[in-house]
């Protein structure tokens, strides 16, 4: 077992010499009343390869948090009241709460289709047009981050509004093998607030420059980054159905969580009322 020989002088503090081993052979860490924290305890909560110095403030600080624990539950036993103390009804409060959520948790991970199909999430996105316009750009673009003294610069900047497939290959394969940095973003729709972090500008300068022209440049001394918008959606008009794909797919499963867990819930006191485990008495007024 590895030893902790940095901590003795910290667990001197805590524990006498006399009583530093018990009869087990394994060291004792701390103490408070009966509670004790031996080595064993600690060792297996250090990582491998620490330096003596990170493992002794490592144990020191889990020494600090094992006393504090024991020295609140103590202060807490002698300063609240009996009501306060007992937390009987809480626990069991507590403990019928994480059961109930571990069987609607199982329940859901037996019955939940989760296949949404094409046809679904676009008549949902149809359905509810109106939760998909933002105040905002969505645009397909590429950018590049060119230093202006590359040999290439020129030919890069030349073909960046590139858009026949041969062409854009081509201009690619260039800016792959000598720009700084190259993205399509992966052909997706992007909010212009990707785009402007990409190019270390501002929101509101990004939303003009694209709003006028597709292809554009931000140069400095040093670097110069290119942007070509290859689509584009203005502020307030409907965002493409394939931008929020995954977020209507969420909603949809979300959805059928909803209706899963109502139908189970229904079915529970259905069965339990026909079964006579659950009765409910009327009165007459």
């Not at 052979?25 to 009966?34: E, L, P, S, W």
């Not at 020494?63 to 809480?90: C, F, I, P, Y």
């Not at 989760?114 to 933002?134: L, M, P, R």
């Not at 397909?140 to 590359?150: G, Q, T």
Request: hydrophobic letters at 35%.
């Amino acid at each position: 077992m590895k030893r902790i020989v940095p901590l003795i002088a910290a667990i001197m503090l805590v524990s006498s010499c006399s009583s530093f081993l018990n009869h087990y052979g394994d060291r004792k860490v701390a103490a408070i009343g009966r509670d004790v924290l031996y080595e064993s305890d600690v060792v297996k909560l250090l990582p491998e390869n620490v330096s003596s110095e990170d493992s002794a403030k490592m144990v020191r600080r889990y020494v600090d948090t094992w006393a504090m624990s024991k020295l609140m539950l103590l202060k807490a036993g002698k300063e609240l009241s009996k009501s306060d103390r007992n937390v009987d009804a809480q626990i069991e409060d507590y403990r019928r709460n994480l059961l109930g959520f571990r069987y609607e948790k199982a329940y859901i991970e037996a019955n939940l289709d989760t296949v949404v199909t094409d046809a679904e999430i676009g008549k949902y996105y149809q359905d509810h047009s109106a939760n998909y316009v933002f105040p905002y750009s969505i645009v397909k673009a590429r950018v590049a981050r060119v230093s202006p003294k590359s040999p290439y610069y020129e030919m890069i900047l030349g073909d960046f509004d590139a858009v026949e497939k041969d062409d854009v290959s081509r201009l690619e394969k260039i800016c792959y093998d000598s720009a700084e940095r190259y993205t399509d973003f992966g052909g997706k729709w992007i909010p212009v607030s990707t785009l402007a972090k990409e190019i270390d500008e501002d929101l509101l300068t990004c939303e003009s420059e694209i709003a006028h022209k597709s292809l554009f440049e931000k140069k400095d001394e040093t670097t110069s980054y290119l942007v070509f918008v290859t689509e584009y959606v203005a502020p307030d008009e409907l965002s493409p159905v394939e931008y929020n794909w995954d977020n209507i797919k969420e909603t949809i499963i979300n959805k059928r969580k909803q209706d899963l867990l109502a139908k189970m819930e229904q079915e529970l006191l259905e069965d339990a009322l026909v079964n006579k485990t659950l009765k409910i008495y009327e009165y007459d007024e």
